[in-house]
């Protein structure tokens, strides 16, 4: 995958996210008291799983674009073998629900693993780099800006490249989801938070298809990516 297809597929993901949300308010914002509450509550949880969905695909796209490139694990940051190894840290660090076969014990099982770890990284170091996108960036089943950070962080992006607004935007989002999922949001939204927080949102996609299409550009995966910087993210969402 070129950049040209990675920017067209985030462009794509990003256009229909939008299209749906905008064509929900526009059909459901149009009621009286009540209804327009209950309206703003479905926005708000469709809102939260579009948000989920394109962060997922657009890191995973991210994660399709390295594969291609077929480097050498010498060439990448060491962040990138950590997320290739991501399956096999978590595998380790799940040691009292190792899987016992006939004639192990607990300590078989778990000298069996440490080799099949020991095995993958010889593996990383004597072929191309192939990253599982569904395990280095899993959203944990509940998007928030830890889950972002940390699924930047495994990529090697630095988290200073998303605008802290972004990591507000999620974190308000993914509240209210839970708190209407859970029956403990009584209070009304009032119609100008909720307008200025849907900005935000479309804000949030734009700006992440930005960062990802310029790590994939400038090849921040690499120990020694091409130059330049983005601009400063801080007042992306200040307009």
């Known amino acids: ?32 008291g009540e209804t327009e509450v209950y309206s ?6 469709m809102q939260y799983a579009h948000l989920e969905g394109f962060t997922r695909n657009a890191l995973s796209l991210y994660v399709s674009a390295i594969n291609a490139k077929q480097l050498p694990i010498c060439e990448l940051k060491p962040e990138l073998m950590a997320a290739a190894l991501a399956a ?13 076969s006939e004639g192990d014990g607990r300590l078989t099982a778990r000298a069996r693993q440490q080799v099949a770890f020991v095995q993958k990284v010889q593996q990383l170091n004597v072929g191309p780099i ?5 395990v280095a960036v899993s959203m944990e089943m509940n998007l ?10 495994a990529l090697g992006i630095s988290i200073d490249k998303v605008a802290q607004d972004q990591y507000s935007t999620i974190e308000f989002v993914k509240r209210v989801r ?8 009584t209070e009304r939204i009032s119609e100008g938070l909720f307008r200025a927080h849907l900005k935000k949102f479309e804000q949030f ?16 995966y690499r120990l020694h990516p091409q130059g330049g910087q983005l601009p400063t993210p801080s007042s992306a969402l200040d307009s």
Do not use: C, Y
């Open 144 to 153: 928030g800006s830890d889950v972002l950070k940390r699924s930047l962080v």
């Open 40 to 45: 703003l509550r479905a926005i708000l949880v």
């Open 130 to 134: 192939s990253i599982a996108a569904e």
């Open 88 to 100: 096999e840290f978590d595998s380790l660090r799940k040691t009292n629900s190792l899987p016992v």
């Open 205 to 220: 996609m734009n700006d992440l298809s930005r960062v990802i299409t310029q790590a994939a550009t400038e090849e921040w």
């Open 1 to 32: 995958m070129n950049v040209a297809e990675l920017r067209a597929q985030l462009e794509e993901d990003m256009s229909w996210r939008l299209d749906e949300v905008r064509h929900l308010v526009n059909l459901l914002l149009h009621g009286p």
């Open 178 to 185: 839970n708190d209407i999922a859970h029956g403990s949001r």
